[in-house]
C-alpha cells in the first residue's frame, strides 16, 4: 500500500490527495498546521486551514492568499482521500490534519502542547495507523513545569524589578506565547493590578486583534512608549533587543526570556543578563511519549528536532520509527 504522506523536495506532500502540508516552498494547494513563519511560508496559491485559526493565518499571510476555512472534524474529500482537521493546541488555530484512504488513517500533528490553556483549542488525540509527529523536545531532559507555576515566577520577578526601579521586557513569539503569557498574567494577577502597566510590541498587537477576531480575549493592546518607567512590562519579540527603541532608555531594563530552550544552559549562557523562564507551546518529552501511545499508531514518522533519539527509544519499544528531513524550525518561528 502506497504511503499517504511522503517527503518531496518542497515539503510533506499527500499524493493521493494532491496537497502538500505546511510546505516550505510555495505550492499550488497547501494545507496548513498553523501560522508560524517556518510552518506558513507565503506564496501558495491555495491555503486550506482551520477555521479557528483563519484570523491568524490572514493577519501573516495577507488577504491576498485565497483561503479555504475548514472547522475542526468536518470532513472534506480532497482528491481521493478524506481530510479533516483536530485541534494541536501550540497556538490558536494550530491543527493536526487526518487522512483517510480505504479505511487506513495517517495524522500529521504539526507542531502540538498537549497542556491546555484558554488562548487555544486543546489538543486532541486523533487515532491513526501512522503518526507523523514533531519531536522539537524529544529528549528526557524536556519537562515542563505546569504554567501556574512559571507565570508565578515571572510575576515575582516584574515585583522584585519594579522594585527596584527598573522596567521589565519580555522576549516572546509575537503568536502563540505572547498571547497565552497575557492571558495567563491577566488570570493569576489581573493585567491592571501589576507593579506597572502591560505594553506589547505592534507585532503582538496585530496577533492579538487576530485572536479576537477569532472570539479570544486577549488583553493588553497598548504598545510601548518612547520611553518607559520604572514597573513597565512589555511583551516583544527577540528583535527588540539591540534595537534603537532600547538603548535609548533611561530606566534600567531587565530582561527575561520566556522558552522551552531556556532549560538549556547553553540557550541561557548565549543571553548574559537575561533571565530564563522555561515555557514551551511544544510538547515536552512525557507529553510527546503520551501523543504518540494515545495515536495508538504502528508506525511512527518523526519530523524535526531530537528525531534520533526518539527514533531508538521507540523502535525499543516495538514501533516502527522513520524520520522525515523536514526544514521546520522552531527557534526560527517568530521571524
Ligand atoms: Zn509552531
Ligand atoms: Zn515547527
Not at 476555512?69 to 468536518?74: C, E, K, Q, S, T
Not at 491546555?116 to 483549542?121: E, F, H, I, W
Request: aromatic fraction near 8%; include cysteine.
Amino acid at each position: 500500500m502506497d504511503d499517504l504522506v511522503v517527503l518531496r523536495p518542497e515539503g510533506l506532500f499527500c499524493p493521493a490527495g494532491g496537497f502538500f502540508i505546511d510546505p516550505w516552498r510555495a505550492v499550488d494547494r497547501a494545507v496548513l498546521t498553523h501560522a508560524h513563519a517556518d510552518h506558513a511560508r507565503s506564496g501558495h496559491s491555495h491555503v486550506l486551514c482551520s477555521a479557528r485559526g483563519l484570523p491568524v493565518f490572514q493577519a501573516r499571510l495577507g488577504s491576498q492568499t485565497s483561503f479555504q476555512a475548514l472547522r475542526f472534524g468536518a470532513p472534506l474529500r480532497v482528491g481521493d482521500v478524506w481530510l479533516s482537521l483536530h485541534p494541536a493546541g501550540h497556538v490558536l488555530g494550530a491543527s493536526q490534519i487526518r487522512i483517510e484512504k480505504d479505511g487506513r488513517v495517517w495524522v500529521v500533528s504539526g507542531d502540538y502542547r498537549v497542556a491546555a490553556d484558554p488562548s487555544c483549542d486543546a489538543f486532541v488525540p486523533v487515532a491513526a495507523d501512522v503518526f507523523i509527529t514533531e519531536t522539537t523536545f524529544g529528549l528526557p531532559i524536556y519537562r515542563w513545569q505546569a504554567q501556574q507555576r512559571v507565570v508565578d515566577e515571572i510575576l515575582l520577578w516584574w515585583q522584585q524589578e519594579a522594585q527596584r526601579g527598573h522596567a521589565c521586557l519580555i522576549y516572546t513569539y509575537a503568536l502563540g506565547k505572547a498571547q497565552r503569557l497575557i492571558m495567563a498574567i491577566d488570570d493569576r494577577a489581573g493585567i491592571r493590578s501589576g507593579p506597572g502597566p502591560v505594553y506589547v510590541h505592534a507585532a503582538v498587537a496585530r496577533i492579538n486583534a487576530a485572536y479576537r477576531a477569532a472570539g479570544v480575549g486577549v488583553p493588553a493592546d497598548q504598545t510601548p512608549p518612547t520611553r518607559l518607567a520604572a514597573g513597565d512590562l512589555v511583551l516583544a519579540p527577540q528583535s527588540v533587543q539591540g534595537s534603537h527603541w532600547l538603548g535609548r532608555q533611561q530606566v534600567p531594563v531587565s530582561q527575561a526570556n520566556v522558552s522551552g530552550w531556556m532549560t538549556v544552559r547553553g540557550a541561557r549562557r548565549r543571553q548574559p543578563g537575561v533571565r530564563g523562564f522555561v515555557l514551551s507551546d511544544h510538547a515536552d518529552w512525557p507529553g510527546l511519549l503520551w501523543a504518540i501511545d494515545h495515536s495508538q499508531a504502528s508506525r511512527v514518522i518523526l519530523t524535526h528536532g531530537q528525531t534520533a533519539f526518539m527514533a531508538r527509544w521507540l523502535s525499543a519499544r516495538g514501533l516502527q520509527a522513520d524520520t522525515f528531513q523536514t526544514e521546520f524550525d522552531a527557534q526560527a518561528a517568530d521571524v
